[in-house]
Structures are given as C-alpha cells and as structure tokens.
C-alpha cells in the first residue's frame, strides 16, 4: 500500500536519482524525507539505503522511527 510504505520502485527510483543528480551538484547536500512515511520501518530502510540523511514524522511515530533508522544503520 503505498499510502503506509513508500513506493519504492515507482517513486523510489525518483528519490534515488534526486539524490544522485542533488549530491553530483552540491556534495554534502542534506536530503530527508518527511511526513507519514518518515515513520514507516521499511520506508526508513529505504532511506538509508538511498543515502537519506534524516527522517521526519508526526510525535507519535518517533520511538518507532529510531528504532527502525537504528536498525537500518546496523544492517
């Protein structure tokens, strides 16, 4: 459902190539994601995955937020 986990191979290859064409422009160029997906597990591993420096999203998703970008740094 791409309401509750980002699309990755549909807007997922959009966010992997803004970030290449962002960082070939500026290196060191701070990208994140925000909103409801900032708090979806998977969508956070993709994040890191792609190079995201950061995620955010609504309070209540915060612990679940760190537990999964830990996760996701870790593996």
Do not use: M, W
């Amino acid at each position: 459902d791409p309401f509750q986990s980002l699309d990755t191979t549909g807007v997922g290859q959009l966010v992997d190539l803004g970030v290449q064409k962002g960082r070939a422009t500026k290196k060191g160029l701070k990208i994140g994601l925000c909103g409801e997906h900032g708090g979806d597990p998977a969508s956070i591993r993709f994040c890191n995955q792609v190079g995201l420096n950061y995620v955010s999203c609504s309070p209540f998703r915060v612990p679940i937020a760190r537990l999964a970008a830990a996760q996701a740094a870790l593996s």
